[in-house]
């Protein structure tokens, strides 16, 4: 079956704009700065936005057309991986992700659950085998599900505290088997509603105890992907303990995590933190711990997660200076945890959406490297603070042995 007929493969065509679905800025193989642009954004196809979401939000039900949607249980997650892997093949993405409740129902029990995930990860492991594309990351639903109403490795049960686990053991096990380059830990409802209820320090001490009991299987199962954790200040949980770049350093310092462990940083979230997106992204940056980029944006107009895909070439282009300078993201990825608007209910629409993000981030990566190669930021950043390189301000930041001599010409 063929589940987007009115598509054929997107190619680039300039500016000649022969087609509508077409890339204008992203030529995957130009080579900017010594790689390729397929090499330095590195997209990826959110699964969950992409082909499980309707369109829903917090005042609407679902709006969106797609052709697998009559059908139901895994005769819909089969549906859906067949159209994932023709969506992948005409758009030309070299990486998705998902969560493991995007590709298979949950079953009545442990047991059933893992024995549909195991059907459709037998069943990508197959495509992928003649495909382009491969895993950037996949992760564990740990919000959905009534169960981690307090969270999953916070939870104040310990009986969550363990199904949790067992749930990212099989995760981590798809990791493997899928070739997955990372692992991500998004911790939707690891936060609290009310500190008089709340034991703050034992529930950050049991999520450091879940990780690094992550961190001691993915070595036994022989998994060297990249572990990740996602930042997001609220929404659904009033206090997140990964509240942003800097909070969750902290946590992986002081649990002595920060070795093992980079930041997954999405744009939307640093929005709903009172953030830009380059500021969390220098932030990582600076400490050594960028790791990957989900790329959206939000409205600074709306309190809540809208998951837009990128247009703003301001934002992707000081995105990508950070990421340039970084010397790129690694084994990470840009990966477009966005959907359609509710109006775009269309399938065809994907695409659209897909192209808009992918040529505002090639369009980005070119100006930003333009602005690295004539020094526009860092003449004037030298300039700026151009009085350390002598006199007193010379002795402030020499070692420790000028010390006393520039505490006393200080004072």
């Known amino acids: 079956m063929t589940y987007f007929p009115n598509v054929g493969k997107i190619s680039f065509s300039g500016n000649s704009l022969k087609s509508d679905l077409s890339f204008r800025y992203y030529n995957p193989d130009e080579v900017i700065a010594g790689k390729t642009m397929k090499d330095h954004l590195r997209f990826s196809v959110a699964y969950w936005h992409t082909f499980t979401q309707d369109g829903s939000d917090p005042f609407g039900s679902g709006t969106m057309i797609r052709p697998w949607n009559h059908l139901k249980g895994m005769d819909l997650a089969k549906a859906r991986v067949e159209a994932a892997f023709e969506f992948f093949e005409k758009l030309g993405n070299p990486y998705f992700c998902f969560h493991d409740r995007d590709i298979a129902p949950e079953g009545d029990t442990l047991r059933e659950t893992n024995k549909n995930l195991d059907v459709i990860v037998s069943m990508i492991k197959d495509y992928m085998k003649t495909s382009h594309v491969k895993l950037l990351w996949n992760t564990a639903n740990m919000f959905t599900n009534p169960r981690f109403v307090h969270g999953a490795a916070s939870s104040c049960n310990a009986d969550v505290f363990a199904y ?20 991500v830990f998004w911790g939707g409802r690891e936060g609290y509603e009310s500190l008089l209820n709340t034991d703050m320090k034992f529930e950050q001490e049991n999520m450091a105890r879940f990780f690094h009991m992550a961190i001691d299987y993915a070595k036994e199962i022989g998994f060297e ?122 399938p065809d629409d994907l695409f659209y959406s897909h192209i808009a993000g992918m040529d505002s ?51």
């Open 361 to 411: 981030y090639a369009l980005g990566l070119k100006v930003a490297n333009r602005l690295i190669e004539d020094r526009v930021f860092d003449d004037f950043i030298e300039e700026r603070y151009s009085s350390y390189k002598e006199g007193i301000g010379a002795e402030i930041v020499s070692d420790r042995s000028s010390y006393h001599i520039s505490i006393n010409r200080c004072f």
């Open 225 to 346: 992907g990249q572990f990740l954790i996602e930042p997001k200040p609220k929404e659904p949980t009033k206090h997140q303990y990964d509240f942003d770049a800097a909070t969750t350093i902290a946590f992986l310092k002081t649990y002595d995590l920060d070795k093992d462990f980079k930041l997954n940083l999405e744009a939307n979230h640093a929005t709903l933190a009172g953030h830009t997106f380059e500021h969390e992204i220098r932030v990582a940056r600076i400490h050594g711990l960028l790791g990957s980029l989900d790329a959206n944006q939000g409205d600074p107009l709306l309190g809540w997660d809208t998951d837009e895909f990128p247009t703003d070439l301001y934002a992707t282009t000081l995105t990508m200076y950070e990421v340039l300078k970084n010397g790129g993201l690694g084994k990470g990825g840009l990966n477009f945890d966005a959907k359609p608007r509710r109006s775009s209910f269309m």
């Open 164 to 183: 949790a686990a067992a749930q990212v053991k099989k995760a981590l096990e798809i990791a493997k088997e899928l070739g997955a380059e990372n692992y």
